[in-house]
Structure formats: C-alpha cells, structure tokens
C-alpha cells in the first residue's frame, strides 16, 4: 500500500468514525484501536485482489447513494399511502458484471440498503433481488449503481 493510498484510507476511516459518533472526542480511545484494525483488514483484503480505492470513486458512490435513497424513500412512501397501493412485488434475477468478491459484496449491501429492494442471494454470475415493483427500470438502475460501485475499485464492470 502506498503512503498517499495510507493516508486516504486513514482518513475515509477517521471521518466515518467521526460521523458514526457525532464528533465524541472520548470515543477515540475505542475509534483508534478501530481505526488501525481496520486499516490492517483493509490492506489484507486489497493485497489478494490488487484492489486500489479512487476516492473520487467513492464521493460519486456515496452521493448517488444519498440520491438513490431520497427517491427510494418518496417512492416507498407514496406507494404505502395510496389507495391502492399501486405494488407489482417480484423477484428478478440481475446479472453481475463485477468480478470482485469485495465490490459484489458492497454492491449487494447497497441494493439492500436502498428503499424498495432486497438482496435474497449472489451467485457466481448473478443476484437475486427483490422489488416492491417490477414495472420500474430495475435494471437500469442496478446498471448505475454497479458502475458507481466499480468506480470505487477503478475497474470497468
């Protein structure tokens, strides 16, 4: 790992750790120790599988995140309290053009974590996902979050 690769990644740590605790200056004596463990599992992981972090990468994934969720969210909210509460639920299978195990690990959380869909299960080639409504452009924006989640990785899925 180089020194500026280091330095980057302290400072991702450091600031989710400061966000994760509202600023506590008493909770570094536990985010600290976090911190270089992190580091030390972060290293382990990129050296099997030659990974380098874009920073730039990982700012554009988190503010589609923001996005992605905001619109999630009034879309979830708008459908429980229509009249008819306009649902098409499914199960729809996604193929994966990631290839690695850490980036398919992150773009399945993300799916998770968004309003509206559920990881159910990742294979070898692709994810099972579940939706609120199959009608919308699910793949599309599978497509873009799985771009996003590639940047962070500098690799073309």
Do not use: C
């Not at 554009?60 to 992605?68: E, T, W």
């Amino acid at each position: 790992m180089s020194t500026i690769g280091l330095i980057s990644r302290t400072a991702i740590f450091a600031f989710t750790w400061i966000v994760l605790t509202k600023g506590a200056l008493d909770s570094w004596v536990v985010g600290l120790p976090t911190i270089v463990i992190a580091l030390f599992i972060d290293y382990r992981l990129s050296r099997g599988e030659r990974n380098r972090w874009s920073l730039i990468g990982l700012i554009v994934y988190i503010l589609s995140f923001l996005k992605f969720s905001i619109i999630g969210g009034l879309d979830v909210v708008w459908r429980a309290y229509h009249p008819r509460m306009p649902l098409s639920p499914a199960i729809i299978e996604y193929p994966l053009r990631l290839r690695s195990l850490s980036a398919r690990q992150l773009f399945m959380s993300t799916v998770s974590l968004l309003p509206g869909t559920l990881s159910v299960e990742i294979g070898e080639k692709n994810l099972i996902v579940h939706v609120l409504d199959a009608r919308r452009p699910f793949d599309e924006e599978l497509k873009l979050i799985e771009s996003r989640v590639a940047a962070i990785f500098r690799f073309d899925p």
